[in-house]
């Protein structure tokens, strides 16, 4: 199972806010092998993981770590891509901030987590989920997408005063005071999550392009489109699906993942005996393929990876992931960094 994947349309978004920014991003995006072809793919993604590599990189090279406020700025309709289309077509910001997480998954997975939008007392919480705990590889992702949601609603609407607020998970990082120019509202570090609090009277605030026909054609087209996407997963990967955001500090049993699923936990036992599986070997192979993506794919200490997890200990973890791929995580780990870096290399010098 993996981290999760994403259109390559935010990847087009990050070069053109390089570009913005002064800079030439072609020689960093032709070391990830991502050439205009590939850019202009309607079905391609790129893991995560990569995507994350790849934003470290023109952070470092360009000393923008800003990045992903910047690529916010910059967010519209074509790239956010079929959500992002819905929303223009949307009544209102309620329905637009709505259609932008209910339909995420057009765009991106998460194999932790998901979007969402809810209301609390009158006011609009669009939330974001990232992985955690946080460093220099995934920060810029929260401050995309943030930054990206209320740049795109602010135009829909054409007003810019519509957020209370803005939460973040992670401290206040060294370029907090950039904050201000992206977002005109308080900015709270070091939150319980990461959201935009959009003001009560503003969710009625029509769309300016809104237009109920074509509305109602793009969400019929949207529906079709996830529903072909979750008949293309077998009950296994919906299973999986499930395991990973109940992972966090625990080990999820039969009847949490039953519950998420909407059904009894006997159906899914039956429905995976059926596949040729059992729940436990479903719960050990999605920990297992997980582990190996956190310690190939991030900077997480072992620690951080044992209890995301569910392990009660880092040293448990090691034993497990040894008798996984029959080697340590740490040395793991070392051996497949040098050989990224060594293919990366001779990437470029090709």
Same mark, same amino acid.
């Given at each position: ?88 077509? $949307?009544?209102? /910001?309620?329905?637009? *901030?709505? &259609? %932008? ?5 057009? !765009? =991106?997975?998460? +194999? ?82 990461? $959201?935009?609090? /959009?003001?009560?009277? *503003?969710? &009625? %605030? ?5 237009? !109920? =026909?074509?509305? +109602? ?134």
């Amino acid at each position: 199972m993996r981290l999760g994947d994403i259109s390559v349309a935010y990847v087009e978004l990050m070069a053109r806010a390089v570009s913005h920014s002064g800079m030439q991003p072609g020689e960093i995006l032709s070391q990830y092998q991502l050439d205009p072809v590939r850019l202009a793919s309607p079905d391609a993604r790129i893991s995560i993981p990569r995507f994350m590599r790849l934003g470290h990189s023109f952070i470092e090279a360009f000393d923008l770590p800003w990045l992903g406020l910047e690529m916010g700025r910059h967010s519209s309709a074509p790239a956010l891509g079929l959500p992002g289309l819905l929303a223009q077509s $949307a009544t209102d /910001i309620r329905v637009a *901030a709505k &259609a %932008l997480t209910d339909y995420e998954l057009l !765009a =991106s997975f998460n +194999s932790r987590g998901r979007s969402s939008f809810s209301l609390e007392q009158g006011q609009g919480i669009s939330c974001f989920y990232s992985i955690s705990p946080y460093n220099s590889y995934n920060l810029f992702v929260v401050d995309s997408v943030l930054s990206g949601w209320y740049h795109f609603l602010s135009v829909l609407c054409g007003r810019k005063d519509i957020l209370q607020r803005v939460e973040v998970e992670f401290p206040a990082p060294e370029y907090a005071s950039r904050y201000s120019d992206y977002f005109p509202c308080e900015i709270r570090f070091g939150a319980e999550r990461n $959201a935009l609090i /959009i003001h009560d009277w *503003a969710l &009625a %605030l029509p769309v300016l392009s809104r237009c !109920a =026909s074509t509305y +109602s054609g793009l969400r019929q087209l949207a529906d079709r489109e996830l529903e072909r996407v979750r008949l293309g997963l077998s009950f296994r990967e919906i299973t999986e699906r499930a395991i990973g955001p109940l992972l966090n500090g625990q080990t999820p049993t039969l009847e949490q993942v039953a519950q998420r699923l909407n059904m009894a936990p006997w159906t899914v036992r039956r429905r995976l005996v059926d596949e040729g599986c059992t729940f436990q070997q479903v719960l050990n192979d999605t920990r297992r393929d997980l582990a190996v993506s956190y310690v190939k794919d991030t900077a997480l200490t072992l620690g951080e990876i044992a209890y995301l997890l569910g392990f009660g200990s880092a040293t448990a973890f090691q034993r497990a992931f040894k008798r996984w791929t029959g080697e340590a995580p740490g040395r793991y780990r070392e051996r497949v960094g040098r050989d990224y870096i060594s293919t990366a290399s001779s990437t470029s010098s090709s």
